[in-house]
């Protein structure tokens, strides 16, 4: 096991959020010294060989290993191919739920979709679609969920207003029938 190899795996396994040189010096148990000298041997194989997909970066003091934007076109392809995550009708609606209605509690969920949301919510935490976004006041204090930057970044969004308006997407006859029965109950 070599401090070079050490460094790529748990960067690799940090993902986007990186680690600072700190966090690397304090999990490999040595010096900042020697993991910084790692760090730049790293850093160096990584751009001296043309064969390699991956550079490594520090953005804001945390390193993080990145794609190549030469593979920039290829990872595209890949992220809209079959290959990537599909998700299902039922993923979908509890998605939509979360990004119209977040931050919203899973029995919120449930009452809007009809059905319990459960798996759908796990499946879509696991695929860092949706996070917690702290609990709600109340009985129980219920967890609260919300759309992650994953989420804009997978479905090409910038922000929760480039989603389209809800009214567009329901039929013409029902566009006029409002979220509101007579008594103004939801």
Known sequence: MTIEGACESLLFVAGEEGLSLEELAN??????????????NLDKKLKTDSQRGLEL?????????????IYADLIQKYAVSPFALKLSQQALETLAVI?????????????IRGVQSQAMIKRLLLHDLIEEAGR????????????????????????????????????????????????GDK
Do not use: H
Request: aromatic content about 12%; proline content about 6%; charged content about 25%.
């Open 27 to 40: 999990l490999l148990d040595l010096s900042k010294e020697k993991v910084q000298y790692s760090l730049w």
């Open 57 to 69: 970066v520090c953005l804001g003091g945390r390193y993080q290993l990145l794609t190549q934007k």
């Open 99 to 111: 990004a119209y209605q977040g931050p919203i509690t899973r029995l919120e969920i449930d009452e």
């Open 136 to 183: 709600k006041e109340g009985p129980g204090r219920p967890i609260l969920y919300q759309v992650t930057n994953y989420f804009y970044q997978y479905f090409g969004l910038n922000s929760i207003a480039d989603l389209p308006d809800i009214s567009s997407l329901l039929p013409e006859d029902e566009e006029d029938k409002g979220l509101f029965d007579e008594e």
